[in-house]
């Protein structure tokens, strides 16, 4: 059974930077500066994190359960909202470096505060976030205003206390890392060591200590001496879950390589290459292109890597290098038509893939605001749309059918009216829980399966 067809929506309105109910309101086509650009959980879910073209960083926190209202447990309301980075100019190259946010990643929690890592195209920050609902009142020395009081009036002496006052979240910047990359940076991802992050762009990964901002180690290089000999260029990468030393990280060409830290500084010779030979009869234009791989997710055993490029899902196991133990098809009808989405440039867009707690159901994104689940178990697969027009609060989403030819059926969609500027590159998977987030243009649905959520 594909989980989450019966579902919980809330949508969060990037541009008011206020959570909605889903289906409340007129459709508004988006400002550039609030498309959500990503989407990450924390370690326990009840925080979720997008990050916007517009450099700023929405925080949802998760509502406890009310006996008044069993069914408010999964909805996310607004936590903290913050500028993360600004547009920047880099004078030495003549290049204008934007605020988009490309990756958030959540620290594991070590108090009372949470911490996250957020990166543009350059630089990489680190959040720290805390609550606060007292405050101190009764000094010595300073009035209720602040100010310093005339010591010739102090007579005497008194305890401060604090008193409560209304919840104020701060965010607060405790590091900035900078100056590391010279190509725009795609993902970062943080050890199981909890203190280094690696941060890769086109050409180079560096390893940082989460405490030192003025200098990092480089650990796969790999561009040529002469830039007229590049072939390839890094796509993702991530650590292992568990092993501190490993790490993958993959191609525009559609393999992975699998690093080990404990076999030399440099990891430019990996450990293993994971790649699946091509088929010639299937040999086009549009091979090198459509096999790039555009994200990769190790499972949360560690046992697995999860890779999405243009057309599939792969799913590959860390002992066998040759080929994937699982492969399914996201939106086979489009080969077709790749000529054409070659020419509106879609065919470059970078879709994401996400594993669900257990690791048993994979999901990823395609076009018309649809998104697919795919359960490893009995191999069977669902389409499901994210969109105001479709969606009610606490509706049971219904499967969606893209028809190829032949006989079309009521609700069936053809390929031909597919929109393609309606897309979903985003997704994320609660650690523990059948929740997800689905980020579609401006908005952010929050999915909740109620139909057995004991299940993972």
């Not at 943080?190 to 940082?208: F, K, P």
């Not at 098809?329 to 065919?347: A, G, P, T």
């Not at 509706?395 to 009521?410: F, Y």
């Amino acid at each position: 059974m594909i989980l989450i067809v019966s579902a919980k929506l809330g949508t969060a309105s990037r541009d008011k930077g206020t959570a909605a109910q889903g289906g409340k309101g007129s459709f508004i086509s988006a400002i550039p500066s609030d498309i959500i650009s990503t989407v990450e959980f924390n370690h326990t879910g009840e925080l979720l994190a997008t990050g916007d073209k517009g450099g700023r960083v929405v925080i949802f926190q998760r509502e406890p359960e009310s006996k008044n209202e069993p069914y408010s447990q999964g909805e996310y309301n607004v936590y903290s909202t913050f500028q993360s980075h600004e547009p920047e100019f880099d004078y030495l190259k003549s290049l204008e470096i934007e605020e988009k946010i490309n990756k958030i990643k959540w620290l594991p929690q070590q108090n009372a505060a949470h911490s996250l890592l957020s990166t543009n195209d350059k630089t990489i920050k680190l959040w720290k976030i805390t609550e606060r609902d007292k405050r101190p009142e009764g000094y010595n020395l300073k009035d209720e205003e602040g100010k310093l009081k005339d010591l010739s009036t102090v007579t005497s002496l008194q305890v401060p206390v604090l008193k409560p006052m209304d919840l104020m979240v701060e965010v607060t910047p405790r590091r900035i890392f900078a100056n590391g990359h010279t190509y725009h940076v795609n993902s970062i991802s943080v050890n199981s060591d909890c203190e280094t992050y690696m941060s890769a762009d086109d050409l180079r990964i560096n390893l940082w200590h989460l405490a030192i901002t003025d200098r990092s180690f480089n650990i796969v290089d790999i561009k040529p001496a002469n830039m007229e000999d590049l072939t390839e260029v890094i796509t993702a990468s991530e650590f292992h879950p568990h092993h501190c030393n490993l790490f993958v990280y993959s191609s525009s060409k559609g393999s992975l390589r699998l690093c080990d830290m404990r076999a030399s500084a440099l990891c430019d010779k990996h450990s293993k290459l994971y790649e699946e030979p091509e088929d010639p009869s299937n040999r086009s234009f549009f091979s090198e292109i459509i096999s790039s791989v555009s994200d990769v997710k190790f499972s949360h055993s560690g046992r697995y890597m999860l890779t999405r490029d243009y057309l599939t899902v792969k799913v590959w196991d860390l002992n066998m290098e040759t080929k994937p133990v699982e492969t399914y098809q996201v939106h086979d009808y489009l080969r077709s038509k790749l000529c054409s989405l070659y020419e509106n440039d879609c065919i470059f867009d970078k879709f994401e893939c996400a594993w669900n707690g257990s690791d048993s159901v994979i999901m990823t994104g395609a076009y018309n605001n649809f998104f697919r689940m795919f359960d490893r178990n009995t191999k069977r697969d669902v389409t499901l749309e994210a969109s105001r027009e479709s969606s009610k609060p606490r509706a049971i989403l219904k499967p969606r059918r893209v028809c190829v030819g032949g006989k079309r059926r009521k609700d069936d969609i053809s390929v031909d009216s597919l929109d393609f500027t309606k897309k979903i590159l985003h997704t994320a998977w609660h650690p523990t829980e059948n929740i997800i987030a689905i980020a579609a243009t401006n908005n952010l649905y929050i999915f909740q399966d109620k139909v057995n959520s004991e299940m993972h």
